[in-house]
């Protein structure tokens, strides 16, 4: 991290100054958002039409983040893994910056339109205040890294398995 940040890293700089981190908190939330369920809403009458296709008033309809989340034509062709650097490549020309943005705009983590978690926004604020520091005072290692996670999904995806051992870094002083 960098050494120009305050000493208790505030909101501004989490989001501000450090981009890789950023890149691997968005693609955190897209390979595994926390809820697991679909979102089901009814169609308003009289119709709707989605993609050219008309879906009768009525209709239920639902949306999985973890689906919508792995679409590789939105995503790209390795939308099934872990990688930060889709948030990061090229994202200083103008194809790279509308890359970005198509991606955000179908990030489902928190729902979406009027059914958009409330609780987001402490969400957030507590990843970019809490993360960075964690990241920044311990060093942390898998005890098991080639074993998959275990996961139970009701609405929210509950994970178990992850045994880490956590040291204190030797580079920071209190």
């Known amino acids: 991290m960098s050494s120009q940040l305050s ?6 700089e989490a989001t501000t100054q450090l981009p890789y981190f950023q890149a691997c908190l968005k693609e955190a939330m897209r390979i595994s958002p926390a809820v697991g369920l679909n979102i089901t ?19 239920r309809v639902a949306l999985n983040a973890w689906v919508l989340h792995r679409d590789k034509a939105c995503f790209g062709e390795d939308a099934d893994f872990y990688s ?6 090229n994202r200083d020309d103008e194809a790279g910056k509308k890359r970005i943005k198509v991606m955000e705009q179908n990030m489902f983590q928190f729902g979406g339109g009027s059914h958009l978690c409330i609780g987001r926004h402490l969400a957030l604020l507590e990843m970019n205040m809490i993360l960075p520091e964690l990241l920044r005072r311990y060093r942390f ?7 998959p996670l275990e996961h139970h999904s009701s609405f929210f995806v509950v994970q178990k398995g992850l045994i880490v051992k956590v040291e204190k870094s030797s580079l920071i002083r209190d």
């Open 7 to 12: 000493k208790r890293i505030n909101y501004t």
């Open 41 to 59: 809403r009814m169609v308003p009458e009289p119709y709707a039409e989605v993609d050219g296709h008309v879906l009768p008033g009525g209709t």
């Open 84 to 89: 930060p650097d889709r948030w990061i490549t």
């Open 141 to 147: 290692k898998l005890c098991c890294p080639g074993k």
